[in-house]
């Protein structure tokens, strides 16, 4: 006769089995939930809604799991000890050779040669060369541009946006992608690669000395206290008092990772994830300054709340790109499936969870658990696009302007719409009580979600399609999204609801 404990055992394999939550964010996790395959939790369900509550209260704690998951977790990972789940790699060095080269396109820019960018060689915003430019001498320096920001053109053109088979995330359909229907977008700017850790650092010490951000150390919440091992309250940064975003949450300059599924030793507590998914944008109060870990420099900004995206955006005169915008930049001139060099997925093109666990996911993959990094690695490390483009599939997720509407792309189907879409109808309603809590594809929504693109490191390859519509809470961030930026003419008009 089987033990209880044994009997645990096979209960959580099976749990684990069928809902594959191994690495999976709470994000993946509330989605999870609300499946169909949560039937075998039947008797813990009451347990579950309990911590959903909590979570509910604690709207930013994207982070904490359900108990019977982290019970699922444990077990599953002792008995899997030897098994093919893949390690975690820590040696940053020997993971992938830089490919984004800043000095090269810099030294492009430079057109007459003199070691210096002007405004005019510069084709940034005016208000990113200014801040840029330390010693106010009206050039950047070789110093000075260590850490801009570069931009490719994106040229005016056409596409197909969404696709007529839809995408099967999480074991649902996703219906959102659909219909297919053809789109134009003028051209514009887009950064080269994600908005990095020194260049959120730069605009936070800028903003903060022109009095449009707040900084305090944040309540840490019950469940953190609780549950987490090396419990370190965090620096949260909000829009100032009197500006466009006053109170909303910009950032949480995290000193530890999210929790992971795994106990300390001899501990109740649940210890952080692999150490290396921190902010790494920190403040120092008696300096009234911000500054990035050293070696973190060009990691993708993380924690990043939309507002947060927004208000970096406002600041330099720049603008999250729509998800048109995005969707074309990420089809590469030519219709690619996944925003990569040239079209295809796998570990050596991106940036996310090239495997399946025991291969009993619904999600496509490549099983390359070799080649799976499980944290941010410095921005382009993976092949550009054709247009130039870093990292648009995996990494962080990167917010859009756009409201996620399931519905959409019928919408502009049925109204004609078909140059620059954008969806600007949504609200911001606080959330129900067990209704959507986190968002995600397959969840109720209690309240209106923006576009996230792209996938992460920490997202399977259904995430990583070119046409995959993620819908995210303004309020939603962890150590897995971040943003991009557009510049675009003042001119273009845009098309929607
Ligand atoms: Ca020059
Ligand atoms: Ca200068
Ligand atoms: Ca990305």
């Not at 699922?72 to 790699?89: C, L, R």
């Not at 959120?200 to 951000?213: D, P, V």
């Amino acid at each position: 006769m089987m033990t209880n404990k044994k009997m645990l055992i096979a209960i959580v394999m099976l749990v684990s089995m069928v809902t594959s939550f191994v690495g999976c964010t709470k994000e993946d996790e509330a989605n999870v939930e609300n499946n169909e395959v949560k039937t075998v939790q039947a008797a813990k369900v009451s347990e579950t809604d309990q911590k959903t509550e909590e979570e509910t209260e604690n709207e930013a704690e994207e982070e904490t799991t359900s108990e019977v998951e982290e019970e699922a977790d444990e077990e599953a990972d002792e008995e899997e000890e030897g098994s093919s789940k893949p390690k975690i790699k820590s040696n940053l060095a020997e993971i992938r050779d830089q490919i984004y080269d800043r000095g090269e396109l810099v030294n492009k820019l430079d057109t007459n040669g003199d070691g210096y960018l002007t405004i005019d060689e510069y084709n940034g915003t005016l208000k990113l060369f200014k801040d840029m430019d330390l010693d106010g001498d009206n050039r950047l320096s070789a110093e000075e541009t260590k850490y801009m920001i570069t931009f490719e053109d994106i040229p005016t053109g056409s596409f197909i946006m969404g696709t007529d088979e839809p995408i099967t995330a999480f074991g649902q359909l996703q219906v959102a992608s659909s219909p297919a229907h053809p789109v134009t977008i003028d051209g514009f700017k887009m950064a080269s690669t994600e908005l990095t850790t020194a260049q959120y650092c730069l605009y936070l010490n800028s903003a903060l000395k022109a009095g449009q951000i707040t900084v305090e150390l944040g309540d840490m919440s019950a469940i953190e206290k609780e549950r987490m091992i090396y419990p370190v309250p965090t620096y949260e940064v909000r829009g100032a008092t009197g500006t466009t975003y006053e109170g909303k949450l910009f950032i949480q300059l995290s000193r530890v990772s999210s929790i992971s599924h795994e106990y300390g030793e001899n501990s109740p507590l649940l210890i952080p994830e692999h150490p290396l998914n921190q902010c790494w944008i920190y403040y120092v109060p008696d300096m009234e300054k911000f500054y990035v870990d050293p070696g973190f420099e060009n990691w993708p900004a993380a924690y990043l709340k939309f507002y947060g995206a927004m208000a970096f955006a406002e600041y330099y005169d720049l603008s999250l790109p729509t998800e048109a915008e995005w969707e074309y930049a990420a089809s590469g001139g030519q219709q690619f499936e996944f925003p990569t060099d040239d079209g295809t997925n796998n570990g050596d093109k991106s940036n996310y969870r090239c495997y399946n666990v025991e291969n009993e996911e619904d999600f496509e993959g490549a099983d390359e658990p070799e080649n799976f990094v499980g944290f941010r690695l410095d921005v382009g490390k993976y092949p550009a696009n054709p247009y130039g483009l870093y990292d648009l599939a995996g990494s962080v997720w990167e917010w859009t302007l756009d409201w996620y509407d399931e519905s959409v792309y019928q919408y502009c189907i049925n109204n004609g719409i078909t140059r620059n879409p954008l969806n600007i109808v949504g609200h911001e309603d606080p959330p129900e009580d067990k209704v959507g809590v986190t968002g995600g594809p397959g969840q109720p929504f209690s309240h209106g979600a923006r576009v996230c693109k792209g996938g992460s490191y920490n997202y399977h390859e259904a995430m990583t399609y070119t046409t995959y519509r993620f819908p995210v809470y303004y309020y939603i961030a962890n150590d897995h999204f971040g943003a991009r930026f557009v510049i675009r003419s003042s001119n273009v008009v845009f098309n929607g609801k």
